[in-house]
């Protein structure tokens, strides 16, 4: 897997920035970049310190590959700090005045400055898992350890250590994308799981995938019975990848899923509120096209090409080169600490290992579909 989890000193761009559209889990107020190539999320001084420290702290470094590229931490009122320059008396001044303020949005918090992982994909679908079988700080007060405990115990977090956040998937027909809420993941129970991992992995019976129409059906409101969904569904015939693509992609998002278990594994820290985040592409000629440069080992940065960048130039486009098919990265350090002497995270632990058994068993499901 890639390591862009080391922090780059990197300067981003400086004006126009948008609410993230591609947002299915964590607290509002994330915002992207005018080229969409970098988010802006504000930050408590734990995450801060997790992202200014993770490049530098051999603590860390088993994780540097398995976390979002870094930029630098910004202020609200508009002052940019590269990493490694906090104490620079020239900062970039970035013009925010702008934005609307929401209920979440304070304009004295510092915030921090990562890469937007779904720019490289033209259709991403993207799922939050949340870790952990404990959702509170050691030094939480009573009464918040009681309420999160209780949390736990009323979703799939206490016995499973994981549980869907949230996520989107594309309809093909509309070129919009699905999304299912928060609300769905805290409904489920523990034998649900593969449904809602089935519905985030959907396969599709088309030998070729269905033409955008503007005169589609409105697309449907996920059912958020999880009951009603048997763990081999077929509901992906305007959004699923057909089985021979979807099949080498959970291979790729199981497999990276293992290295970074066997990460954590390594590191003396605890977690709390972090989530796995699952993307990928659901365009069938860019999964496709993915997949087979992964298999014959060619460069998968999944960065802008430069020369097609210039010859589109004057028509306002940009054409990205296409990467590998899937993205598999640890977010949300707001309660991450090392703990020297303690050994590594149990409760990451559990819901790592969870994810796991979860995409082995819609990886055996797919393979049933599998034409020999």
Do not use: C
């Amino acid at each position: 897997m890639s390591t862009s989890g080391t922090p780059t000193t990197e300067t981003p761009p400086t004006r126009g920035h948008a609410p993230l559209a591609t947002q299915v889990g964590g607290h509002a107020g994330v915002l992207t970049s005018e080229g969409g190539d970098m988010i802006i999320k504000p930050a408590l001084p734990v995450e801060i310190d997790f992202y200014q420290s993770v490049g530098s702290d051999p603590a860390f470094a088993p994780l540097r590959p398995f976390i979002p590229k870094f930029y630098g931490t910004l202020k609200l009122e508009g002052t940019l700090v590269p990493e490694g320059k906090a104490n620079s008396t020239a900062p970039v001044e970035i013009d925010l005045t702008h934005l609307r303020p929401t209920k979440d949005d304070r304009r004295d918090k510092e915030s921090i400055v990562l890469e937007n992982l779904t720019m490289r994909f033209a259709k991403p679908n993207i799922m939050d898992i949340k870790l952990g079988t404990i959702l509170y700080d050691e030094d939480a007060t009573p009464e918040k350890k009681a309420r999160m405990e209780k949390t736990a115990k009323e979703t799939t977090s206490f016995e499973t250590g994981v549980r869907i956040t949230g996520f989107q998937v594309q309809d093909l027909t509309t070129g919009t994308a699905v999304n299912t809420p928060r609300e769905y993941g805290k409904s489920l129970k523990k034998e649900q799981l593969p449904s809602g991992i089935a519905k985030f992995f959907p396969t599709t019976t088309r030998t070729s995938p269905p033409s955008p129409s503007s005169a589609a059906e409105p697309t449907a409101a996920i059912d958020t019975d999880a009951t009603n969904v048997p763990a081999t569904t077929q509901a992906g015939d305007v959004s699923g990848l057909p089985p021979h693509l979807l099949l080498p992609i959970l291979r790729g998002i199981l497999r990276n899923t293992q290295e970074i278990r066997d990460a954590v594994a390594e590191v003396e820290m605890r977690m709390v509120g972090g989530s796995l985040l699952v993307i990928y592409e659901a365009d069938w000629e860019r999964a496709a096209e993915g997949i087979r440069r992964e298999e014959e080992g060619e460069d998968l940065s999944g960065e802008e090409d430069d020369d097609e960048d210039e010859d589109e130039a004057e028509e306002g486009t940009k054409k990205l080169k296409v990467g590998r098919a899937y993205v598999v990265k640890l977010i949300d350090f707001a309660h991450t600490f090392i703990v020297p002497g303690r050994g590594p995270d149990a409760s990451l632990l559990k819901g790592l290992d969870t994810s796991l058994e979860l995409f082995k068993g819609r990886i055996a499901e797919v393979e049933r579909l599998v034409k020999p």
